[in-house]
C-alpha cells in the first residue's frame, strides 16, 4: 500500500510538473508572435493559445481604455489581426517576463509575470510598458490554454529611441606587451 500512495504522489507531482511547463510554453510562445506580430503572423496559433471561451482584458483605466476586452477565441483573433498590416503596427517589439508564478491546481491553473514591453511603432515613435499579467489557463482538448488573460500598466511613457551608434561604456583593457 505504501508504494502504490508513493506512486501515487509521484504521479500528481509529475503532472503538475508537466503543466507548468506546459503553462509556460504557452506563454513563451504567446510572447514570442506577439513580438513578431505583422502580416505574416500565424493568427490561428496565436489565437489558439486561447480557450474557445477564453477572455483577453485590458485592467485598470489606461489598459482598459486603451485594449477594451474580448471574449472568444474568434474575438480575441479579431483584435490581433488589427495589428496585422503592412508596414506593421511594431518596427520593434520585445517582451521581457518576470517575477513568475505559476500554481496549478485540480481545476485550472493561474499565473501571474510582470511585463516589460520595449516598443517602436511604424510612426518611428518608442514607448516603455511594464505590465503585470494575471492569466488563468484550462486544459482543453489536451493542450493547456489561456482562458482568461488581464494585462494592468504598472508604467508607461514614450522614449526617444532603443537602439544608438554611441560606443558601450566598458572599462578599457590592459594593452599587450
Not at 74 to 93: C, D, K, R, V
Not at 118 to 124: D, M
Not at 131 to 150: D, I, K, P, S
Amino acid at each position: 500500500m505504501l508504494n502504490e500512495a508513493l506512486i501515487a504522489n509521484l504521479e500528481a507531482r509529475l503532472k503538475r510538473f508537466e503543466a507548468e511547463h506546459a503553462i509556460r510554453a504557452c506563454m513563451n510562445r504567446y510572447m514570442v508572435l506577439c513580438d513578431a506580430l505583422d502580416a505574416s503572423t500565424q493568427l490561428t496559433e496565436l489565437a489558439g493559445l486561447f480557450t474557445i471561451d477564453a477572455v483577453w482584458e485590458g485592467k485598470g483605466a489606461k489598459y482598459a481604455n486603451s485594449f477594451g476586452g474580448y471574449r472568444g477565441r474568434e474575438e480575441i483573433g479579431a483584435m490581433f489581426s488589427t495589428y496585422m498590416q503592412t508596414p506593421a503596427h511594431f518596427a520593434l517589439n520585445v517582451h521581457f517576463l518576470t517575477s513568475e508564478l505559476i500554481e496549478v491546481g485540480t481545476d485550472g491553473a493561474s499565473g501571474s509575470w510582470v511585463m516589460l514591453q520595449t516598443s517602436t511603432f511604424a510612426s518611428g515613435a518608442s514607448h516603455l510598458n511594464a505590465a503585470r499579467l494575471t492569466v488563468r489557463f484550462a486544459e482543453e482538448n489536451g493542450q493547456w490554454r489561456m482562458a482568461h488573460f488581464q494585462t494592468e500598466n504598472l508604467f508607461s511613457r514614450p522614449v526617444d529611441a532603443w537602439n544608438s551608434e554611441a560606443a558601450l561604456p566598458v572599462p578599457s583593457r590592459p594593452s599587450a606587451e
